[in-house]
């Protein structure tokens, strides 16, 4: 079956680090991009970052620019956000996504910055 899974969402205060994990499973993940996106409540799903196949290339949103770092470990099927200095504003189901002919989306995983 293929599916992306992700993990590592939670509550944190305002100034701490979360780092989601996606796991893939029933395709390798290691020839596609992949995506991390966002949607708080009333809002569209906004890209947060992406990256390229190899790892080689990454993009950001300009607002979590210089906070966030998108990797991958193509051997274990499994791409990361790393997410520093959180702000109230970065509150949001956060979905894993990779970009094959067919989408594939991840059921997201929530996290909140409140104090």
């Known amino acids: 079956q293929v599916q992306l899974v992700e993990s590592g969402g939670g509550l944190v205060q305002p100034g701490g680090s979360l780092r989601l994990s996606c796991a893939a499973s029933?395709?390798?993940?290691?020839?596609?991009?992949m995506r991390w996106y966002r949607q708080a409540p009333g809002l569209e799903r906004e890209l947060v970052a992406r990256?390229?196949?190899?790892?080689?290339?990454?993009n950001y949103a300009d607002s979590v620019k210089g906070r966030f770092t998108i990797s991958r470990d193509n051997a274990k099927n499994t791409v990361y956000l790393q997410m520093n200095s959180l702000k109230p504003e970065d509150t949001a189901v956060y979905y894993c996504?990779?970009?094959?002919?067919?989408?594939?989306w991840g059921q997201g995983t929530q996290v909140t910055v409140s104090s």
């Open positions: 996504y990779a970009a094959r002919t067919v989408a594939v």
């Open positions: 029933g395709f390798t993940a290691s020839y596609y991009a």
């Open positions: 990256i390229t196949s190899t790892g080689g290339s990454t």
